[in-house]
C-alpha cells in the first residue's frame, strides 16, 4: 500500500477559546496542552515516514504565516492557501486534486487534541486499507458523554478484517435526550471530522452529489499557481465554490461511508472546559499555566501569560489572563465565552 | 466651647485588601469608595472650620509622602512623624502632648468608610459636648451584623442630655454565638476606635493606668523635634514606648469611659467583601470598577487598573486586577486575602 498523504485543515475564528486564543493567532497555533502548539502536534503525529508522506496543509492567508512557522520540522511540506473561506468540502476537494487519484489522504483538522497516538495511528492504518478498497472512512470517535455539540455515527454491519464498518447513519447534532439515547445504545459514536480516503474516489464521489463545486474547484486548482512550498488556487474559481462541510457535499450522500472505531483519547477543546479536561490536574483537579496560589479550590483552570493568579474557595471555575484581558467562568459558562463582546469583536 | 481637634491616626499594613492594597500604598491612600481616597475623606468629614481646628496627622515615615500629598488642601495641619510602630496609646499620647491640655480631641483612624457624614458631626458634638466635662468618649458604631472581628461596648447608665452613655464593659472581639447574643440584646455596640477627650484628660488617666507609656511619651515629645508642618518625636524615647492600643492602655481602665451611639453608615472596610458592601452596586448586586463585562452574575465585584475583565455565571465572587497580581476570591474567602503569598510577602 501507497504512503498516506496528511491532510491538514487550519481554520478556525478564535472566539471559544478567547481570550487565549485570539483572530491574529487562532487554536491551533497555540501551546494548548503539553508543549506543541495542537498544529505542530497534527503534524507530528503523523509524522512516521514509514508509514506517511509528507503533509497537505490547507490553510487561509491570514494564517499562513503560523503555518509555515510552525511547519518548520516537516520535510516537504506543501500548503494550499485558500484566497478565501469555502469550509471542508472546497478545501479537501483542492487538496485532492493536488495529488495523484490512488493516494490516500488521511484529513486531519488541526484543532483538536488526541492523547494517545498508538490509538490514533492504529486507527489511522485500518481506515487507510478500507480506504484502498475505495470506502470513504470517517472516524468514529469513542463517545464519553452525551455530547450535544458533536454530530453522531450510527454504526452498521461489519466490513473488512480489522474493526471497520459501514455508517448507517449520519445524525446532525442531537438534543440532550437523543445524546443520552445514542450514548446508551452504544451503536453510535462522534464525528470528528477525521477522514480517510483515495483522493480519486473522493473526486467522484463530490462529481456525482455536487458537480458544480467539483466544477469550480477544478478550475481553482487548474488555474492556481505554485510558489515554492505554496500552491495558490484561482481566487475568483475557489470563490464560486459553495461554502458547504465534507459530510453535507459528500459522506452523507455516499453509498460507500465507512467507519473505524477511534478511542484515542480526542477532544475538540471546544472551549475552556473542555481544555481543562484535556490538561493535567492535581489531585484536587486544579490546573495551572502561569503563576498562581490557591487556597480552598477544586476544578480550578488558571492560564496566565504573565500576572500571580490568586485563587480563595472556589470551584469549577475557569480564570485566563492574557495581555489586557482576564476572563473568569464557570465551567458551565464557558460554552458562552464566544458571545462575549471580547470575542467578538476582535 | 473650643473647636474640636481632629487627630487623624494613619498606619495599615496593606494585607486584607491586598493586591489593591500594598504595603507601599496601604487602604488610607486609596479612592476605593468614591472618588476621595479613604484618609482625604477621613480629613474632609472634619473639614468645617467653624467646628474643627485644623488636623493633627499621626504617621509612619513610611506613609509621609502619601500623607502629605493628600493633605494638600488642609490649612494649618500638622503631622506627628513616628520614628517607629507603637500602635495607639503612643500615638495618642503625641498628639495630646502636642496640644493645650484644655484641647478636645478627636481621634480618628483613616482607613474607614462613613456614609453618612451628617450623623457623624452629630456625633461627634455630642461626644465632644461629654469630653468637655472629663469624660473619655468612644463613638459606639450601632452594630448591624454578629460581627467577630470587632470589640463591642455594652451601654451604661445615660449621661448628659444628648445620647451620651457610660460604658458598662469593654468586650473583646467575642466568638459567634456571642456576637448574635450582643446583636440580639440591643445593648451592645462596635467599638470602632473614634474617641474624643480633652488631652489633659487622657494625659491623666495614662499617667494613672501605664506610667511608663506616659513617662517615655513625654520624653519622646520633650525631645523631639519641629521642621515645618512636621514633628518628629526622638526616637530613642518613642521605641522605648510600650507597644499597647489604646482601649488596653487607657479606655478599659479609666471609670469616666463614655460612649455616644453612631449610626453612620460605617465600614472599617476590612476586607473586599466589606468593600463591595460599601460601594454601589447595581440591581443584581454587580459593582464594578474598571473595565468589565459580565453574563449571568450576581453580587460580583470587580476591580481592575487596566484589563478589561470578562466574567460568566458567578454569584458571590470578587475579582481584582492590579498590575501583576489577580486575585479572584469568593465572598467568604476574603477574609483570608492576607494570608495569600502575594500579600504577606510584599
Known amino acids: 500500500m501507497s504512503k498516506i498523504t496528511p491532510v491538514i485543515l487550519c481554520g478556525g475564528?478564535?472566539?471559544?477559546?478567547?481570550?487565549?486564543?485570539?483572530?491574529?493567532?487562532?487554536?491551533?497555533?497555540?501551546?494548548?496542552?503539553?508543549?506543541?502548539?495542537?498544529?505542530?502536534?497534527?503534524v507530528a503525529r503523523s509524522g512516521d515516514t514509514a508509514t506517511f508522506a509528507p503533509p497537505l496543509v490547507v490553510t487561509g492567508v491570514k494564517h499562513l504565516d503560523h503555518v509555515e512557522a510552525q511547519l518548520a520540522g516537516a520535510q516537504g511540506a506543501t500548503i494550499i492557501v485558500e484566497p478565501s473561506a469555502r469550509n471542508?468540502?472546497?478545501?479537501?476537494?483542492l487538496a485532492a486534486l493536488r495529488l495523484d487519484p490512488l493516494d490516500i489522504m488521511l484529513v486531519c483538522p488541526s484543532d483538536h487534541h488526541i492523547a494517545d497516538g498508538a490509538a490514533?495511528?492504529?486507527?489511522?492504518?485500518?481506515?487507510?486499507?478500507?480506504?484502498?478498497?475505495?470506502?470513504?472512512?470517517?472516524?468514529?470517535?469513542?463517545?464519553?458523554?452525551?455530547?450535544?455539540?458533536?454530530?453522531?455515527?450510527?454504526r452498521g454491519e461489519a466490513i473488512g478484517t480489522n474493526g471497520g464498518f459501514r455508517v448507517a447513519q449520519f445524525v446532525e447534532k442531537p438534543d440532550a435526550v437523543r445524546a443520552q439515547a445514542f450514548l446508551d445504545s452504544g451503536e453510535y459514536a462522534w464525528n470528528g471530522g477525521i477522514f480517510a480516503f483515495r483522493a480519486g474516489a473522493f473526486l467522484a464521489e463530490l462529481e456525482a452529489h455536487r458537480p458544480a463545486i467539483s466544477t469550480a474547484?477544478?478550475?481553482?486548482?487548474?488555474?492556481?499557481?505554485?510558489?515554492?512550498?505554496?500552491?495558490?488556487?484561482?481566487?475568483?474559481?475557489?470563490?464560486?465554490?459553495?461554502?458547504?462541510?465534507?459530510?453535507?457535499?459528500?459522506?452523507?450522500?455516499?453509498?460507500?461511508?465507512?467507519?473505524?472505531?477511534?478511542?484515542m483519547g480526542w477532544s475538540d477543546i471546544g472551549n475552556w472546559q473542555a481544555l481543562h479536561d484535556a490538561r493535567a490536574c492535581d489531585a484536587d483537579g486544579n490546573s495551572i499555566a502561569g503563576r498562581a496560589e490557591l487556597i480552598?479550590?477544586?476544578?480550578?483552570?488558571?492560564?496566565?501569560?504573565?500576572?500571580?493568579?490568586?485563587?480563595?474557595?472556589?470551584?469549577?471555575?475557569?480564570?485566563?489572563?492574557?495581555?489586557?484581558?482576564?476572563?473568569?467562568?464557570?465551567?458551565?459558562?464557558?460554552?458562552?465565552?464566544?458571545?462575549?463582546?471580547?470575542?467578538?469583536?476582535?
Chains 1, 2 share one sequence.
Request: proline share 5%; aromatic share 6%.
Open 13 to 42: 475564528s478564535g472566539t471559544r477559546l478567547w481570550p487565549r486564543s485570539r483572530a491574529s493567532k487562532p487554536k491551533p497555533f497555540l501551546p494548548l496542552v503539553g508543549e506543541q502548539t495542537l498544529f505542530e502536534a497534527t
Open 88 to 93: 471542508t468540502a472546497a478545501a479537501i476537494a
Open 120 to 154: 490514533f495511528t492504529h486507527a489511522a492504518s485500518v481506515a487507510a486499507a478500507l480506504a484502498a478498497e475505495d470506502w470513504l472512512v470517517s472516524f468514529g470517535i469513542e463517545a464519553v458523554t452525551p455530547e450535544t455539540g458533536f454530530g453522531y455515527l450510527r
Open 217 to 263: 474547484a477544478r478550475e481553482a486548482a487548474a488555474k492556481g499557481h505554485a510558489e515554492g512550498q505554496r500552491f495558490h488556487p484561482d481566487a475568483d474559481a475557489f470563490a464560486r465554490i459553495e461554502s458547504e462541510s465534507v459530510d453535507y457535499a459528500v459522506m452523507e450522500n455516499t453509498s460507500r461511508a465507512a467507519m473505524v472505531p477511534a478511542d
Open 296 to 346: 480552598g479550590c477544586k476544578n480550578v483552570l488558571v492560564d496566565s501569560d504573565g500576572p500571580r493568579v490568586s485563587v480563595i474557595g472556589l470551584d469549577d471555575v475557569i480564570i485566563v489572563v492574557d495581555g489586557d484581558e482576564v476572563l473568569v467562568t464557570t465551567a458551565a459558562g464557558a460554552q458562552l465565552v464566544g458571545k462575549l463582546s471580547g470575542a467578538v469583536n476582535q
